[in-house]
């Protein structure tokens, strides 16, 4: 569902009346169905699993009733619909974990929606791996931004530039590289992967003239992983990488930070961007922006990024499950 109150109704509509002329997936909402009804049909749903017979007359909705859903207004973030969004979320996460649903797509959140309500995590992605948690073990989240012909993980996400070296240990560097090999292979269908490390200085520090994070911790990770079997760079320069991986010399880029990964991804495709979370159990993917409430008050949310992110997301189903065959 998303914040009810931001894109995701809108976007949702939309998505379902373009289902025939982009050969769409099936899929279904969890939300209240007055979000819906007034601008598309809809069929109400008893069980998930009756999504996909209606799926080509109606919007799937499985219903919610909530507090404050009579109180909706587009573009007006209210802190009382923090209980339903987060239901949603977790309702998602459960049908994906049980194989009713073959993927989540998340709808935008506002974060300082849910922080109001006493939301704990930093966003969707920590939030759904903490559900995914199995005999107290949590799985371990990697972002990637999909979109303009690149893929691109981050080493660390929504960390202070000041701080960002503290958190590139070898040892955090090596599970994202290893998570990151593993699901082109088994998500991405990709048999012999190609990754690139960023370097986290300009021009990748220079032999240590320009920083030494290159030299003593990026570069001896990607030699210990090459020993393994990944195939990956060391440390290069974050200006000419990303058109390295545009003309095919690797299938994915690991930046060092959120806005080095997100700008070139954003920059070649704004409107079709998806953020996928590797590492989890299930297949989660959500379009690559906010909850643009401004747009929702007018009424021009654009169904691009979810369009995009619905697609990945059954590519990737259909990828992990002939995979598990």
């Not at 049908?95 to 929606?113: E, M, Q």
């Not at 849910?114 to 992605?125: I, Q, S, V």
Request: one cysteine or more.
């Amino acid at each position: 569902m998303g914040d009810p109150a931001g894109c995701g109704p809108q976007i949702s509509i939309e998505t379902w009346t373009k289902r025939n002329q982009l050969d769409l997936p099936p899929f279904f909402v969890i939300g209240d169905p007055r979000l819906y009804a007034k601008h598309v049909p809809i069929q109400t749903l008893n069980s998930a699993r009756e999504a996909i017979e209606v799926f080509e007359n109606a919007l799937p909705v499985l219903p919610m009733d909530f507090e404050g859903a009579d109180e909706i207004i587009p573009g007006q973030p209210n802190s009382i619909l923090a209980p339903a969004i987060i239901e949603s979320i977790s309702h998602a996460t459960a049908l994906c974990l049980d194989g009713t649903a073959a993927g989540i797509v998340t709808n935008p959140i506002s974060k300082a929606v849910l922080y109001e309500a006493g939301f704990k995590f930093p966003g969707h992605t920590e939030f759904i791996a903490d559900l995914c948690a199995a005999e107290n073990v949590v799985p371990k989240p990697i972002m990637m931004l999909v979109g303009g012909g690149l893929r691109v993980a981050l080493a660390t996400i929504h960390v202070p530039l000041m701080k960002v070296s503290e958190y590139l240990t070898p040892a955090a560097l090596s599970e994202v590289a290893q998570i990151t090999h593993n699901t082109l292979i088994r998500d991405f269908g990709i048999t012999q992967p190609k990754l690139a490390f960023t370097g986290l200085n300009p021009h990748a520090g220079e032999d240590g003239n320009i920083g030494t994070e290159e030299r003593d911790i990026i570069n001896p990770v990607a030699a210990a992983l090459r020993q393994t079997g990944v195939e990956i760079s060391d440390a290069r320069p974050a200006d000419t990488v990303f058109h390295e991986a545009l003309s095919g010399a690797y299938d994915a880029v690991i930046a060092m930070t959120h806005d080095q990964g997100l700008i070139p991804v954003k920059t070649l495709d704004i409107w079709g961007g998806v953020n996928t979370t590797l590492g989890l159990p299930i297949i989660r993917t959500s379009p690559d922006h906010g909850t643009a409430y401004d747009a929702a008050a007018a009424g021009t949310c654009r169904p691009d990024s979810l369009i995009a992110a619905l697609k990945l997301a059954n590519e990737l189903a259909k990828n992990r499950a002939q995979a598990n065959d």
